[in-house]
């Protein structure tokens, strides 16, 4: 599932997690254009009580109704990520409404990453970044090429200017970048 829309990014280095996102929420036309409807939207958000950080690429309405199911799973199994994390994804690819949901998320406990599809995906990435959305491919680009770099920033500081890259070049991206960060559990 390809989402157009947004670019999300998650980068995890010096203990703790940060996810960015930009604010362009666009309606695509049926002849292939489109116009920018709102530019502040706040696709990265924190859930479970502060304690889970995550963001959401493609339909507002679908992303905030599996938010309000993952934070349901999140206190059904205590904050396991993961097992909230993969009951979600079971969920989501065999209920006959949420199945059509035109979504993805990305999640942190600030210590594991997830990436969580309706296609019943439940990812975690090998490395220290991950990216969904229209401008993943360049955000997740970039934050690889810092993070291999070495670069003296946080992983907030990378995050941002992952997404901020990919605004640069994705039109359905912009600079208007909310990042929320998470400590690693100890």
Known sequence: MEIHGTTICAVRKGGQVAIAGDGQATQTGQNG???????NCHKVRRIYNGKIISGFAGSTADAF????????????????????AVELAKQWRTDKALRNFDAMLLASDGDRMLLISGNGDVLDPDGD??????GGYFALAAARAYLDAK???SAEEIAKKSVSIAADICVYTNHNIITEVQDARA
């Open 129 to 134: 970044a991950i990216a969904i959305g229209s």
């Open 65 to 84: 109704t599996l938010f309000e199911l993952f934070e349901g799973k999140l206190k059904q199994f205590n904050g396991d990520l993961m097992r909230a």
């Open 33 to 39: 254009g489109g116009m920018i409807i709102k530019g």
């Open 151 to 153: 670069v003296d920033w």
